[in-house]
């Protein structure tokens, strides 16, 4: 098993910034990516950004060039890094682990509010 817990979420405004954290625990020898997911009023969720156990990285198309993610091993976290940000940006973002053996992990999400 493994516990995710976010934090870093807010109201900021149209042009600014945010970073959120994700600390792991529990069975964090199994992780392989981790990553960050959004979901909107009315929206589905869909893919931010993720990272590999080697550092490989995937954004959305919408969020490249705004927003970079990271991981440090060491402490078991993740990170995203909100910059530029805009109203459509509002959401709830979950952070999110993927173990070797394809079990998928969330956390309980924190919510990002942008204001125009």
């Known amino acids: 098993q493994v516990q995710l817990v976010e934090s870093g979420g807010g109201l900021v405004q149209a042009g600014g910034s945010l970073r959120l954290s994700c600390a792991a625990s529990?069975?964090?020898?199994?992780?392989?990516?981790m990553g960050w997911y959004r979901q909107a009023p009315g929206k589905q969720r869909e893919l931010v950004a993720t990272i590999t156990g080697i550092g490989m990285i995937n954004y959305a198309d919408s969020v490249k060039g705004r927003f970079t993610i990271s991981r440090v091993n060491a402490k078991n976290t993740v990170y995203l890094q909100m910059n530029s940000l805009k109203p459509d940006d509002t959401a709830v973002y979950y952070c999110a682990a993927r173990t070797y053996g394809s079990h998928n992990y969330w956390g309980q999400g924190t919510q990002v509010t942008v204001s125009s």
């Open positions: 529990g069975s964090i020898a199994s992780i392989n990516t």
